[in-house]
């Protein structure tokens, strides 16, 4: 080719997120919060926020370890993430932040009743204040007392979906993604491409590499979930986003949007 060179983006995919979740991370740090005594809403959202960055650093660090299939079902985590601060966030927040940061004495309650069968000389009374908090919540593993679905389907209070004209709610990410990423949290059989080989054909050895790699996917879900999960953190705060981070998101997505599509088009033409 003569002439000019086109500019070519030479950092890698897992770099530009890495640099991405780095800011976030010192920027949370940075803010120095001082959440108040009882406030919940303050402790849940920095706790989730944090567990959030993280989670996306562990991701990463398998990306950079070759296990893009590991690395793609520890983003379910990410999206759990989203969806508790984004139902946190939505409304009532303050009582549905000390809904959430009390169960743990649903916990409390399930340990004492597995005690009494496995651990019995190391069981100890609850107290009355557990066993009281602990009775509001009738469902073991439903903080909210409803299913992961019905936090996600939940219409926005605050974003619309100017497509269907109507409260924003997160179908897609629920139906979609969280389905998908589930499958690698899970032993299914969906989630066993890259261990099984032609039968009668191929000698057997671990980890045959022979599907689709979807380490792309991992990194767009750790770019896509910890920046929706940051603006979520920000409206639990009554905080406004920063813009440059919000900007920053926006890019990183479409960016990586377009390398994949370069990528795929790219193994078209070479018949790859």
Same mark, same amino acid.
């Given at each position: 080719m003569t002439g000019p060179k086109s500019r070519q983006c030479l950092r890698?995919? &897992?770099?530009? &997120? %890495?640099?991405? &979740? $780095?800011? *976030?991370?010192? !920027?949370l740090n940075n803010t120095s919060y001082y959440p108040p005594y009882g406030g919940h809403r303050y402790m849940v959202a920095l706790a989730l926020y944090s567990k959030c960055?993280?989670? /996306?650093? $562990?991701?990463?660090?398998? #990306?950079?370890?070759?296990?893009?299939?590991?690395?793609?079902?520890?983003t379910r985590t990410l999206i759990d993430i989203f969806f508790t601060l984004r139902y946190l966030a939505?409304?009532?927040?303050? @009582? %549905?932040?000390?809904l959430?940061?009390?169960? *743990?004495?649903?916990? &409390?309650?399930?340990w004492h009743a597995l005690a009494k069968d496995y651990f019995p000389e190391m069981q100890k009374r609850m107290s009355e204040r557990t066993i009281k908090?602990? /009775? #509001?919540?009738?469902?073991?593993? %439903?903080?909210?007392?409803?299913?992961?679905?019905?936090? *996600? #389907? @939940?219409?926005d209070t605050v974003d619309v979906? @100017?497509?269907?004209?109507?409260?924003?709610d997160y179908d897609f990410a629920y139906r979609c993604m969280y389905r998908w990423t589930s499958h690698y949290v899970h032993p299914t059989i969906v989630a066993l491409q890259d261990h099984v080989v =032609? *039968?009668? %054909?191929?000698?057997?050895?671990?980890?045959s590499g022979r599907a689709t790699d979807r380490s792309h996917f991992a990194v767009f879900n750790v770019?896509?979930?910890?920046?929706?999960?940051? /603006? +979520?953190?920000? =409206? +639990?705060?009554?905080? !406004?986003?920063?813009? =440059?981070? /919000?900007?920053?998101?926006?890019? #990183?997505r479409e960016h990586l949007v377009r390398r994949h599509k370069h990528k795929q088009t790219s193994r078209l033409g070479t018949g790859r």
């Open positions: 890698s995919e &897992v770099e530009h &997120v %890495r640099k991405f &979740v $780095a800011y *976030a991370k010192a !920027r960055i993280t989670v /996306a650093e $562990a991701t990463l660090t398998l #990306l950079d370890a070759g296990f893009g299939d590991e690395a793609f079902g520890m939505n409304k009532d927040t303050d @009582e %549905r932040s000390k959430y940061y009390q169960f *743990a004495s649903k916990d &409390v309650e399930g908090i602990a /009775a #509001l919540y009738p469902h073991p593993h %439903r903080w909210s007392g409803k299913p992961v679905s019905a936090m *996600a #389907l @939940e219409p979906d @100017e497509k269907k004209n109507k409260p924003f =032609r *039968a009668g %054909r191929d000698n057997f050895v671990v980890h770019a896509d979930y910890v920046g929706q999960t940051m /603006a +979520c953190f920000c =409206r +639990c705060m009554g905080d !406004r986003q920063p813009d =440059r981070i /919000a900007t920053w998101a926006g890019v #990183l």
